[in-house]
């Protein structure tokens, strides 16, 4: 039997790289040799607690890029083996109602690579004709680096909610949470056209990290009320846009304290299940017209979008990922992200 390095979780803050077993190539889809895998937010939510999808021992990782390996016999992609993909995680299942109206990122049944199959955090991944099938598995163009073509999936997600919240030129927008997930929202509020970008969080360190993708100003929510701050910044008025990136429930009752009349508040993060109503005053939203948008995941069409803006560096990949490590140094690198220390981390085989 052939064996790999792949990054076994034997339960909530136990793992390590071992051997194991390459993967059968699935009949209907396809074998992929890793050569980038990004580590995500949820995948150390799973590290440090598990997740209800999620069975140990586990093998985790959903934001990839590799090559063909190994095509199934039955398998009807229109990629050829040693082609080079970015392998968005998310299946959907194409016949349900929103799956047949466009809005796959809606679909009753969708499933994650990484979640409902092994992911790629190993040499090699199996990827299943779920995933295959609807689009999110893109060619990497000529140049781009491999690390880069990783990250493309957390980006679709941020596409995703700022078309949702219609982000335009001349907005005032404000982000919470300086996370990679928060950089990414400065960086494309930028793109779209917004005129001023604020960044909140309680944290120093990662508010400096997030420097470098230059938003107009920065809120320390741990020594500064936000909304006060906000409101100093925009005349008194509020922002057009808020960006709730972080699971803390205070920021939700914030955001609406701090929009602009007509302003559009956008919850990207999920709270944690024991706290989850965060207690948001809803003669606000009444009387300034506010609008409140729910979003997660994506669709195929956010997912490409997402590559052109890595391609033309409207969202830099490079400042973004802070961190490239070898796969054999998981436990390290992993362990420097659960205290906080890597924006983004990315593991090369
Ligand atoms: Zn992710
Ligand atoms: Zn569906």
Redesign the pocket.
């Known amino acids: 039997m052939k064996m790999m390095r792949a990054v076994v979780v034997e339960r909530p803050l136990v793992f390590s790289v071992k051997q194991v077993p390459v993967p059968a190539t699935p009949r209907d889809g396809l074998l992929v040799k890793v050569l980038a895998c990004g580590l995500c937010g949820s995948d150390l939510r799973t590290l440090r607690s598990g997740h209800k999808n999620i069975t140990f021992p586990w093998t985790l990782g959903h934001e990839i890029c590799g090559t063909i390996e190994e095509i199934g016999d039955a398998c009807t992609s229109p990629w050829h083996v040693g082609d080079r993909l970015a392998i968005g995680p998310l299946a959907?299942?194409?016949?349900?109602e929103?799956?047949t109206s466009g809005r796959?990122e809606l679909?009753?049944?969708q499933k994650e690579l990484g979640q409902h199959w092994p992911g790629g955090l190993a040499e090699y991944v199996a990827i299943p004709a779920e995933c295959v099938k609807l689009g999110n598995i893109q060619l990497v163009p000529e140049g781009m680096k491999d690390t880069h073509a990783a990250v493309i999936e957390p980006i679709s997600s941020c596409v995703h909610a700022q078309e949702k919240a219609r982000v335009s030129l001349g907005d005032t927008v404000v982000v919470f949470g300086a996370g990679p997930i928060g950089c990414i929202h400065v960086a494309l509020a930028k793109a779209r056209g917004a005129f001023r970008v604020y960044l909140i969080d309680i944290d120093g360190n990662r508010l400096a990290m997030a420097d470098a993708f230059n938003p107009d100003g920065t809120i320390n929510s741990a020594v500064q009320d936000p909304v006060e701050a906000v409101r100093k910044l925009t005349g008194g008025k509020g922002a057009e846009v808020i960006i709730v990136a972080t699971p803390a429930p205070i920021a939700a009752v914030q955001a609406v304290e701090m929009a602009k009349k007509g302003g559009r508040i956008v919850q990207f993060g999920g709270l944690p299940h024991h706290d989850s109503k965060p207690g948001i005053d809803m003669n606000l939203v009444h009387y300034r017209g506010l609008t409140i948008i729910g979003t997660s995941t994506f669709n195929p069409r956010h997912n490409r979008t997402a590559m052109q803006l890595v391609q033309t560096g409207l969202v830099p990949a490079d400042k973004f990922i802070t961190h490239v490590f070898s796969l054999d140094d998981f436990e390290e690198g992993a362990n420097l992200a659960l205290v906080g220390k890597v924006l983004k981390g990315v593991y090369v085989p």
């Open positions: 959907y299942c194409g016949t349900c929103f799956c796959h679909c009753e049944n």
